[in-house]
């Protein structure tokens, strides 16, 4: 099944915009691109999803090029809770249901 | 509203042994996943249930992992002769629908960590 690659960490300071980008080369058509974040001893929480463009919520925005097989997440203003690890969703099978998590960012936050 | 719920939250066991992990999904939710997750790694899919079938379970193991749904609601995760390798934490997750070509959200609980000593 295909992988998604993103970075293994990132660093990063209070109040800074941060970005993540993840490669999923082999997405297909009809595959949405997913983002979770998890903090440690929880279970993931999803972020922001989307198709193609770019889609904003109240937490992140996501920026998705017109080949689509890569998308940024972008965090603005990071604060230090902000410190988790971020995970890109690998495109699922067709006919299948199978999600891959991947190895995720892990976003460390300073002050 | 409630989210979703496992239980126990730690569970040690010898190696060998029997266990049974359960997961209370979000109200109304018709699909539930279960995923193992080791130091490190992210979720490892296991498997996936529509309502009281299992979809795809494509994600177990070997036969030593078996899960159940039979009412549509609770799920619970049986391992039988558990190994040292075993040891992880095993998250659920419910979804409102999942469609092959449909976009969805799953909302996961806080896991149940497995040890086998």
Same mark, same amino acid.
């Given at each position: 099944?295909? #992988?998604?690659?993103?970075?293994?960490?990132?660093?990063?300071?209070?109040?800074?915009?941060?970005?993540?980008?993840?490669?999923?080369?082999?997405?297909?058509?009809? =595959?949405?691109? !997913?983002?979770?974040?998890?903090?440690?001893? +929880?279970?993931?929480?999803?972020?922001? +999803?989307?198709?193609?463009?770019?889609?904003?919520?109240?937490?992140?925005?996501?920026?998705?090029?017109?080949?689509? #097989?890569?998308? !940024?997440?972008?965090?603005?203003?990071?604060? @230090?809770?902000? !410190?988790?690890? $971020?995970?890109?969703?690998?495109?699922?099978?067709?006919?299948?249901?199978? !999600?891959?998590?991947?190895?995720?960012?892990?976003?460390?936050?300073?002050? | 509203?409630?989210?979703?719920?496992?239980?126990?939250?730690?569970?040690?066991?010898? #190696?060998?042994?029997?266990?049974?992990?359960?997961? =209370?999904?979000?109200?109304?939710?018709?699909?539930?996943?279960?995923?193992?997750?080791?130091?490190?790694?992210?979720?490892?899919?296991?498997? $996936?249930?529509?309502?009281?079938?299992?979809?795809?379970?494509?994600?177990?193991?070997?036969?030593?992992?078996?899960?159940?749904?039979?009412?549509?609601?609770?799920?619970? @995760? #049986?391992?039988?002769?558990?190994?040292?390798?075993?040891?992880?934490?095993? @998250?659920?997750?419910?979804?409102?629908?999942?469609? =092959?070509?449909?976009? $969805?959200?799953?909302?996961?609980?806080?896991?149940?960590?497995?040890?086998?000593?």
């Amino acid at each position: 099944l295909a #992988k998604t690659t993103q970075p293994i960490s990132m660093d990063s300071y209070e109040g800074q915009e941060v970005n993540i980008t993840c490669s999923h080369n082999n997405i297909a058509t009809n =595959d949405y691109i !997913t983002w979770y974040q998890q903090f440690p001893s +929880q279970g993931p929480r999803f972020i922001i +999803q989307g198709y193609k463009t770019k889609v904003t919520n109240e937490v992140a925005s996501l920026f998705i090029p017109a080949d689509r #097989k890569s998308s !940024t997440l972008s965090l603005p203003r990071v604060s @230090l809770s902000d !410190t988790a690890v $971020y995970y890109c969703l690998g495109p699922k099978r067709r006919g299948g249901f199978k !999600t891959i998590f991947g190895a995720g960012t892990r976003l460390f936050v300073k002050a | 509203g409630a989210g979703v719920s496992q239980t126990p939250s730690n569970k040690v066991t010898e #190696k060998g042994k029997y266990v049974e992990l359960r997961c =209370d999904p979000i109200s109304g939710h018709t699909a539930l996943y279960w995923y193992r997750q080791s130091l490190g790694q992210g979720p490892e899919f296991l498997i $996936y249930f529509q309502g009281t079938g299992a979809a795809d379970d494509s994600g177990l193991p070997n036969d030593r992992f078996f899960a159940v749904r039979p009412e549509g609601s609770v799920s619970t @995760l #049986k391992i039988q002769r558990t190994e040292r390798g075993d040891s992880a934490v095993y @998250l659920c997750a419910s979804s409102l629908r999942m469609r =092959d070509n449909d976009s $969805y959200e799953q909302y996961f609980g806080p896991g149940t960590r497995l040890t086998v000593t």
